[in-house]
């Protein structure tokens, strides 16, 4: 048994605050089969034996179901080369790099990691990287307050429903005005977003492509927010950055992603990275780490955490966010995937990806009652509406051992025939085809 500080007294007072009166009741929702008092384990036997014992239990899960799960998180293939340079023990157990002179290495990493991030985004400077792609678009958000002194945020509906849920959380307590314009059909309804910038905006908050999968160009937008003086929020997908119009060629001011699909595995859930980049006349307001490159009075080059000092994480009200960790090892691991793969190999990974998504779209609407929700471009990642509710057609198909997508509907009431179905390179044609088979047997 793990040893456990808490008395008996202790645990009753920490049930009663959350409301039930034992341990067992925190394991309610799941079914009393699944919860087994003990282990059918014959006394005595070796580690070899035990650790086949829970193997075997183990390979009882399903772990060969297909699936064509996106909506903001993505199965990628992960190079071997990822887990062995970020397990290394200099980085796996390094301390938080405070002082320099004890962490070269890990500051030397997060510094060529927001390089990596600034010309994936095309943006002037990126940070050591915040939690995860919800907390990085509030972030921003509070960069674009702190920047203009306004106090409210245009926020289009098409942004991740997860993320939005998220800025709401944060800001509950916050006297921000948060301004959602609905989508249309799926796409960012450009003329409704320019209109709804006035002059107590303080950003234009959108994603591209957007939650649908659609992919839009916001130029004109962030020329607009620009001119009435709020900054223009970008979230995008990092993978898609290799082909579509990055954020600094559409003139945003701050870009950020969730980091996930750049060497992280899905793993339930977490730890995942934010990524954040910006216009250099924001650095000062860039939340988080930043390493910064210098040479010392002898000439040898050294990295430190540069513009800010660890105190201004903690001064309260004051501070530019309470960040006082990143995702360091996250981050590593997204520099090591973009290393390995190059420009060029994003650019084939992006289309490759994209080439599979049409194929599904054209195997599924061959079936004649499904259709694209909209006609307007989609990167990797695609809006269907089916003849039948998203939510019983996935749980259909399941059953058979293929997951085809996430249900819209499930954060849109008016959808709730429209799936999102997304393809990366763990899929492939056979496994299209196989979707396709399903599916015409059921639809």
Not at 43 to 58: I, K, L, P, Q
Not at 63 to 77: K, R
Not at 271 to 289: D, F, S, V
């Amino acid at each position: 048994m793990p040893y456990i500080p808490h008395t008996h007294r202790e645990l009753q007072e920490m049930l009663t605050v959350v409301g039930v009166r034992g341990l067992d009741d925190l394991f309610a929702d799941i079914a009393p089969s699944l919860r087994p008092k003990h282990f059918n384990l014959p006394r005595g036997r070796s580690e070899a034996d035990v650790c086949a014992f829970f193997e075997d239990m183990a390979g009882k899960n399903g772990t060969d179901t297909i699936s064509f799960l996106g909506a903001g998180f993505y199965a990628h293939d992960i190079p071997k080369a990822v887990d062995a340079l970020s397990g290394r023990s200099e980085f796996y157990t390094a301390y938080t790099p405070y002082q320099a002179e004890c962490s070269q290495g890990t500051l030397q990493a997060i510094f060529e990691f927001q390089t990596a991030i600034s010309r994936l985004f095309e943006m002037d400077c990126a940070n050591a990287s915040v939690y995860d792609g919800g907390s990085a678009i509030f972030e921003a958000a509070m960069m674009a307050v702190r920047a203009t002194r306004k106090h409210a945020l245009v926020v289009d509906e098409g942004v991740n429903p997860v993320w939005r849920g998220m800025l709401r959380t944060y800001l509950a307590g916050l006297d921000i005005d948060v301004r959602i314009v609905p989508h249309a059909n799926g796409t960012s309804n450009l003329t409704a977003l320019t209109a709804a910038v006035d002059d107590s905006t303080a950003a234009v908050i959108v994603q591209n492509p957007n939650f649908f999968g659609a992919v839009a160009d916001y130029t004109d937008v962030f020329a607009n927010a620009r001119a009435r003086k709020a900054l223009g929020v970008i979230s995008v997908y990092p993978v898609m950055q290799a082909v579509l119009k990055t954020p600094g060629e559409m003139g945003a001011d701050i870009a950020v992603a969730e980091g996930q699909s750049l060497g992280q595995p899905l793993n339930f859930g977490g730890p995942y990275l934010g990524l954040m980049a910006c216009r250099k006349e924001h650095i000062r307001q860039l939340p988080g780490r930043i390493v910064g490159r210098a040479d010392d009075r002898d000439g040898k080059t050294g990295y430190v955490l540069t513009l800010q000092a660890r105190e201004q994480h903690i001064r309260r009200s004051k501070a530019t966010s309470n960040i006082c960790s990143n995702q360091a090892l996250c981050a590593l691991r997204a520099l090591i995937y973009l290393s390995l793969l190059g420009p060029r190999g994003l650019t084939r990974l992006a289309e490759h990806n994209m080439a599979l998504t049409r194929y599904a779209v054209e195997r599924l609407t061959a079936l004649g009652d499904v259709e694209p929700l909209n006609d307007v471009p989609y990167g990797s990642e695609v809006a269907l509406r089916l003849p039948m509710p998203a939510e019983k057609f996935i749980s259909a198909l399941a059953k058979k051992g293929c997951v085809p997508g996430y249900p819209a509907g499930r954060h849109y009431a008016a959808m709730g025939n429209v799936l999102l179905l997304s393809c990366t390179e763990v899929n492939n044609r056979a496994q299209i085809d196989l979707l396709a088979e399903a599916a015409g047997g059921l639809l």
